[in-house]
């Protein structure tokens, strides 16, 4: 009876996670795939240009030619690669990481529980399906972690 017990909820956690994810799928390919919100002017952090009067336009131009290769080279380190940006909009990675994560360590618990009981032996797909989840969970963590970096990374960016 405690094995069912068990079992069942470790197949009831696993079984919501999977649909979870499937229902995030479904929305995200409902929606078009959208890979983040667009700005209008093309460009995210590009600001229209200010009028320049007539007698502000050789100093101005003479001030550009004098400045430009640096300013780019500034621009261009500032700016986060488009993996960068693309990573920073995954919103739901660090939930399901930390899902994965208990579920691994209930698992576990549950493991560890089953192997001191005399008359129980494990069964035989239970210490590879224990393996597997907890590799998911350590690569869930570390894409979260690369996540927070490049949240950070574009936050930065932007100020």
């Not at 079984?15 to 479904?26: D, P, Q």
């Amino acid at each position: 009876m405690t094995y069912f017990l068990v079992m069942g909820s470790v197949a009831l956690s696993i079984l919501f996670t999977l649909g979870w994810v499937v229902s995030r799928l479904v929305r995200w390919i409902a929606a078009g795939f959208p890979l983040g919100a667009k700005s209008k002017t093309g460009r995210a952090g590009r600001k229209p240009a200010a009028r320049q009067t007539r007698a502000a336009k050789p100093a101005a131009k003479a001030r550009r030619q004098s400045q430009a290769k640096p300013a780019a080279a500034r621009q261009r380190a500032a700016t986060p690669w488009r993996i960068t940006r693309r990573l920073a909009k995954w919103r739901g990675i660090t939930p399901f990481a930390v899902v994965t994560a208990f579920l691994y360590l209930a698992v576990r618990l549950v493991e560890h529980g089953m192997s001191f009981r005399p008359p129980h032996t494990l069964p035989d797909g239970f210490t590879t399906l224990t393996s597997y989840l907890g590799w998911l969970a350590a690569g869930l963590i570390l894409l979260s972690l690369l996540h927070n970096l490049a949240k950070w990374r574009c936050h930065r960016a932007e100020k």
